[in-house]
């Protein structure tokens, strides 16, 4: 190809070129309607808050009603409450060992601090140590059975704080029972004091936990936001979780 015609190509493109250019661009009515569906898309959408409805049900408001509010009366009653102790096992392990004596003694002498004990069990004898362990694995068996059928109930309505009502009831006075126990040979009543009162206590401290977010939620301030301010949009749904959260910390401190 000589040098002119590349020329001549070179001219040609460059007048395509800026035909092309100068040319306007002619829009369809397919584009247009993409680009505003586009531009549509782009446009931020207000945030919808939770209509009444969805706050009733987010809330359980149909318990509001019969859950009063938390007084300070009541705040003082549950960190009272948190200092309970068991005193059950210092009583039986008293009555197991004065019950005990050490093995391999005609007559049997007593145990000593630091001498083996040994009690009679099942025809035998089984030393201190491991009626102890057995004591405290039927504790832990029977802890185990109930709370899978009856741990639910903590959550459910009002039905948590009876439970926690009555087996405090059944805690305290197995442990005044304990008083009963005034001798030795009284060991084995000691052990089935010591099993159900040891289960009542870790049932009290299950249902005693779900009590905490329930003081939160209807502590004054926190009732009066969620059933007012909240219903009312002066606050959003992230604002009021910030209030009851920061309740539960206070209280939990």
């Given at each position: ?22 040319e ?22 207000q945030?919808?808050l939770p ?26 009653s549950y ?8 005193v059950?096992?210092?009583r039986?392990?008293?009555?197991l060992?004065g ?10 002498e007593?145990c ?13 004898t ?27 109930a903590?959550?459910y309505?009002?039905?948590g704080?009876w439970?926690?009502l009555?087996l ?29 009162a ?8 299950v ?11 209807f ?6 936001a ?28």
């Amino acid at each position: 190809m000589s040098h002119d015609d590349r020329s001549g190509n070179q001219d040609v493109s460059s007048m395509d070129l800026s035909v092309t250019i100068n040319e306007p661009a002619q829009e369809s009515p397919d584009s247009t309607n993409k680009a505003n569906v586009i531009v549509q898309g782009l446009v931020p959408q207000q945030e919808r808050l939770p209509s009444r409805d969805e706050l009733d049900h987010l809330f359980r408001a149909e318990e509001d009603y019969d859950q009063p509010t938390t007084t300070r009366k009541e705040l003082w009653s549950y960190y009272l409450y948190y200092n309970g102790e068991l005193v059950e096992f210092l009583r039986f392990q008293w009555a197991l060992t004065g019950a005990g004596w050490q093995p391999g003694t005609e007559p049997h002498e007593p145990c000593t601090a630091s001498s083996a004990c040994v009690v009679p069990w099942a025809g035998g004898t089984l030393s201190v140590s491991s009626v102890v362990l057995i004591a405290n694995g039927l504790c832990f068996t029977f802890m185990t059975v109930i709370f899978v059928w009856l741990g639910s109930a903590a959550d459910y309505g009002s039905f948590g704080r009876w439970l926690l009502l009555v087996l405090t009831v059944v805690c305290w006075a197995l442990q005044y029972g304990m008083m009963a126990i005034k001798h030795p040979n009284q060991w084995p009543a000691a052990m089935g004091m010591y099993v159900v009162a040891y289960v009542a206590y870790g049932a009290t401290l299950v249902f005693y936990a779900a009590v905490f977010p329930r003081l939160a939620r209807f502590m004054p301030h926190v009732r009066k936001a969620r059933e007012e301010d909240l219903r009312e949009d002066k606050i959003t749904l992230d604002e009021y979780d910030a209030i009851e959260s920061l309740e539960k910390n206070h209280i939990r401190l």
